[in-house]
């Protein structure tokens, strides 16, 4: 069963009430956090008993000092903290498990812009195999970072593992519409299959920044023939796909993959919503996204 979070009210309630519930185990990924309700749920959890372990970047834009100081935070309070160590890939996957579940990969960070400002998604879900399958990837990445990553369910999407070529086989099976809402769709490789569709007469529309309903744009959502649904962290663009650890869910949940399309719509009535894709000059270089303000 997935449930799906959409308005910034219920955002920062729905993540405390999933660690309030934890009575074994939180793994926690984090890119940052500035929201002390989410901390101090994190120090209660270590008071009840609860072991309590977070991965957490090296590296965010104008975060060098506070990522320190959240480090050191989390340790105070009992939290088992371990920077991710790869040398070849940047941290930037954002999901929460407690106990056997349920489980929550988002695009937010932990932070009072994202429950507040922005237009992100938040899928749970008790599905045991999303479950075990982030059990398994947090493990990986936090006992052994330089290893490959063990075969997970098909619903998860692990960048840069399989991340390209999972979103490429979805985006050309679509036979009857695409709908992408994400600020940075500018990969070569992606635009040319999203022109190639457009031009078989699959209408592709895709929402970046808006201009009707005041949200910071941020979250990254992909619909496929009105079916299927694509919520994570992760970019239509060469750094998130090539470079980086990144994490997304795809669920067929008929009344998510609605609620969705209808969020889409309402969005996509307005003109102005609708990138130009095809006027886009892809970057000379693959642009640094971590270094972004709020990614």
Not at 109 to 115: A, I, L, S
Not at 179 to 206: C, F, S
Not at 265 to 274: G, P, Q, S, W
Request: hydrophobic share 40%; proline share 5%; net charge negative.
């Amino acid at each position: 069963m997935d449930r799906l979070i959409l308005t910034p009210a219920a955002r920062r309630e729905a993540i405390l009430q999933l660690l309030r519930s934890a009575r074994e185990t939180i793994i926690l990924s984090m890119f940052r956090c500035d929201d002390f309700a989410v901390v101090d749920e994190v120090a209660a959890a270590v008071k009840r008993g609860v072991a309590v372990r977070v991965l957490i970047t090296l590296r965010a834009r104008g975060w060098r000092q506070k990522l320190r100081d959240l480090t050191a935070l989390l340790e105070s309070i009992g939290a088992d903290v371990r920077p991710y160590k790869n040398s070849l890939m940047k941290y930037h996957a954002k999901y929460i498990v407690v106990d056997d579940g349920p489980a929550l990969v988002t695009s937010l960070n932990f932070t009072r812009k994202c429950f507040e400002s922005t237009r992100d998604f938040l899928i749970f879900s008790d599905n045991p195999d999303i479950v075990a399958g982030l059990k398994t990837l947090f493990d990986n990445d936090y006992n052994a970072p330089d290893s490959a990553l063990p075969e997970i369910t098909y619903r998860l999407i692990v960048g840069p593992d399989h991340a390209r070529r999972r979103l490429t086989e979805l985006l050309e099976s679509a036979q009857k519409t695409i709908a992408v809402m994400d600020h940075r769709v500018t990969d070569p490789r992606i635009l040319a299959i999203l022109k190639e569709k457009q031009n078989k007469g699959v209408p592709v529309r895709v929402i970046g920044e808006t201009r009707t309903d005041g949200l910071i744009a941020h979250g990254r959502m992909i619909l496929i023939d009105q079916k299927t649904a694509i919520i994570g962290s992760i970019h239509l663009s060469p750094p998130s796909l090539d470079s980086r650890r990144e994490i997304a869910l795809v669920t067929e949940d008929a009344p998510i993959v609605t609620e969705l399309y209808d969020y889409f719509e309402n969005l996509a009535r307005h003109e102005a919503n609708i990138m130009n894709l095809w006027a886009i000059e892809p970057p000379a270089t693959q642009e640094d996204e971590d270094d972004e303000e709020e990614e």
